[in-house]
């Protein structure tokens, strides 16, 4: 048996042993889950009160298809928009109205304002980047990459010292994504890194936030290394997904190639306490090989 057979094989146990993501024993629950999703089977011509309900796993509309139970089983793989149907050359009604809903909920998702007692229900401290509001943050990018002096303050008077590791929840573009994955992905991050006996900085809310602010902090605290969490652009599928960048030596100007990502952070996706386990080790082997982004796999071949 060779190293890829091996592999697969201790693979394979793991599954059966572990079917689903598991943190310390007891499933992973989001802390806003949402609508709930319906799992039973719909049938063209059902009458359904709210779409957003229907689990796209489970949503099959094409009449008289062949091999249903076949298609349906590689549909429960896959959110995306599989034998969705039509009606003559158009789509089916019910597949353009759940089009429409996730469409609206992706346009809320970035239009919408994280809550103003989010940061201080939290523990976090909240500070504002140059942009004065969504709209000046969705049309100047720039703006939400850096600080005033106010702001600078802020950080300074929050974060003493130099951290080792400095956490930044950051609203991004999508404000629905922070509010139902950072903290438990927070949490479990902090837990990781304690465990390591890594030191933490005062964790940071940023609102209209981009990644590169996370630079900016790293300018004004001079920390060894940032993690900023940042809503992610909705898409179809979900309105809540959020993405890691974790930046060795954070500075302005650094090369965004220089960057470590874990993205997909939602329900549907790698689950917020599960990913916060995992950047924990990554932050620790970032640290241990001093690079991130392309810097931390050149260094691991080398």
Do not use: W
């Not at 796993?57 to 149907?85: F, H, I, W």
């Not at 504002?128 to 100047?140: F, H, S």
């Not at 005033?148 to 010292?161: F, L, P, S, Y």
């Amino acid at each position: 048996m060779n190293k890829q057979d091996l592999s697969a094989m201790v693979a394979e146990i793991l599954r059966e042993l572990h079917p689903e993501p598991m943190v310390k024993g007891s499933e992973y629950k989001p802390s806003n889950p949402g609508p709930e999703q319906k799992d039973e089977q719909y049938h063209d011509g059902d009458f359904v009160p709210d779409v957003t309900q229907l689990n796209l796993r489970k949503l099959y509309l094409v009449e008289q298809g062949e091999n249903e139970d076949a298609y349906r089983k590689m549909k429960e793989k896959t959110p995306a928009r599989l034998g969705s149907g039509r009606a003559g050359p158009r789509y089916k009604t019910l597949t353009m109205l759940r089009f429409r809903a996730d469409h609206a909920a992706a346009q809320d998702a970035v239009f919408s304002q994280v809550r103003e007692e989010f940061a201080g229900e939290n523990g976090l401290v909240e500070v504002k980047t140059r942009c004065k509001d969504k709209e000046e943050y969705l049309t100047r990018p720039d703006y939400g990459r850096s600080f005033d002096e106010e702001n600078q303050q802020k950080i300074r008077k929050a974060v003493t010292g130099t951290p080792k590791v400095q956490i930044v929840v950051g609203d991004g573009l999508s404000s629905a994504a922070i509010q139902a994955n950072a903290m438990d992905c927070l949490a479990a991050i902090t837990d990781g890194l304690k465990a390591r006996g890594i030191s933490l900085g005062q964790s940071l809310f940023v609102r209209y936030c981009r990644v590169g602010a996370g630079d900016a902090v790293g300018d004004v605290t001079g920390c060894e290394l940032v993690c900023v969490l940042v809503g992610e652009r909705p898409g179809l599928v979900t309105d809540k997904s959020m993405s890691a960048y974790i930046t060795y030596q954070p500075r302005t100007g650094v090369s965004e190639s220089a960057r470590t990502v874990v993205s997909n952070i939602h329900a549907q996706g790698t689950p917020a306490v599960e990913a916060g386990a995992y950047i924990a080790e990554l932050i620790e082997k970032i640290r241990k090989n001093k690079g991130s982004g392309v810097g931390l796999h050149l260094e691991e071949k080398g």
